[in-house]
């Protein structure tokens, strides 16, 4: 597609149900990456995929974040058990190459009630 | 790991002034980027200026990577330019991790 595609745009959890959320880079980039933006803040890295490998999660924030891109295009960044302090809003970026520009989604915006 | 400050954090201007925000950074980088994210959230890419000078429009863009600072620079003010301006940076030589600076929040009053 012509831009990074997120879904859904808004979600309301409970506290304790799991959550997913989609991605859909650009097509033909290599490099994905998640990021989480908390209220009033810059984003933070969470994650980064080259194709379907996983080469960094050391952003993520506990074992309850999981993210996947099984066939190196779309990706799910998935949040078990969730909590209130996991509200946010959740971004996507990707690029064609690593060191190059990203070109981010809208965000998914979590509210964990 | 590296530090991004941004200055000024808030600015308000009138349509149709100019103003010069800074980033300042604590490490040599390998890729800078400066994003404006809208009044709905999106962040879009507007310079990637490891070095050098760039423009684009209304806007340029100057870093002086030996001094680890970058400048963004918005000309003839407009409301649509409301919004967070972000400076990120990544040190790495691999893939790399941008780490995004603290924001400067801009007000475009008509």
Same mark, same amino acid.
């Given at each position: 597609g012509a831009g990074v595609s997120q879904s859904p745009r808004y979600k309301v959890a409970k506290r304790g149900q799991d959550v997913a959320l989609r991605c859909d880079p650009i097509s033909g980039h290599v490099s994905l990456f998640w990021y989480q933006q908390a209220l009033g803040q810059g984003p933070e890295f969470l994650t980064y995929f080259q194709n379907e490998a996983q080469l960094d999660k050391s952003g993520l924030p506990s074992d309850r974040f999981f993210a996947e891109r099984p066939e190196g295009s779309v990706s799910t960044l998935k949040i078990q058990r969730t909590q209130q302090e996991d509200s946010a809003v959740y971004l996507c970026a990707s690029s064609l190459e690593w060191g190059e520009v990203y070109t981010f989604g809208s965000g998914t915006r979590l509210t964990v009630v | 790991g590296i530090q991004v400050e941004q200055s000024p954090p808030d600015l308000i201007l &009138?349509?149709?002034? $100019? @103003?010069? /925000?800074?980033? $300042? +950074? @604590?490490? @040599?980088? $390998? $890729? /800078? &980027?400066? +994003?404006?994210?809208n009044p709905w959230g999106q962040l879009i890419n507007l310079f990637y200026i490891p070095s050098g000078t760039k423009q684009n429009g209304r806007l340029s863009a100057t870093t002086v990577a030996t001094e680890r600072y970058s400048l963004l620079y918005i000309s003839s003010s407009q409301t649509t330019d409301s919004g967070v301006y972000f400076c990120a940076v990544s040190t790495d030589t691999g893939f790399q991790k941008l780490v995004f600076g603290t924001g400067t929040r801009l007000l475009v009053s008509p």
């Amino acid at each position: 597609g012509a831009g990074v595609s997120q879904s859904p745009r808004y979600k309301v959890a409970k506290r304790g149900q799991d959550v997913a959320l989609r991605c859909d880079p650009i097509s033909g980039h290599v490099s994905l990456f998640w990021y989480q933006q908390a209220l009033g803040q810059g984003p933070e890295f969470l994650t980064y995929f080259q194709n379907e490998a996983q080469l960094d999660k050391s952003g993520l924030p506990s074992d309850r974040f999981f993210a996947e891109r099984p066939e190196g295009s779309v990706s799910t960044l998935k949040i078990q058990r969730t909590q209130q302090e996991d509200s946010a809003v959740y971004l996507c970026a990707s690029s064609l190459e690593w060191g190059e520009v990203y070109t981010f989604g809208s965000g998914t915006r979590l509210t964990v009630v | 790991g590296i530090q991004v400050e941004q200055s000024p954090p808030d600015l308000i201007l &009138q349509e149709g002034a $100019n @103003s010069t /925000l800074r980033c $300042n +950074f @604590s490490d @040599s980088v $390998n $890729n /800078l &980027q400066w +994003f404006h994210q809208n009044p709905w959230g999106q962040l879009i890419n507007l310079f990637y200026i490891p070095s050098g000078t760039k423009q684009n429009g209304r806007l340029s863009a100057t870093t002086v990577a030996t001094e680890r600072y970058s400048l963004l620079y918005i000309s003839s003010s407009q409301t649509t330019d409301s919004g967070v301006y972000f400076c990120a940076v990544s040190t790495d030589t691999g893939f790399q991790k941008l780490v995004f600076g603290t924001g400067t929040r801009l007000l475009v009053s008509p």
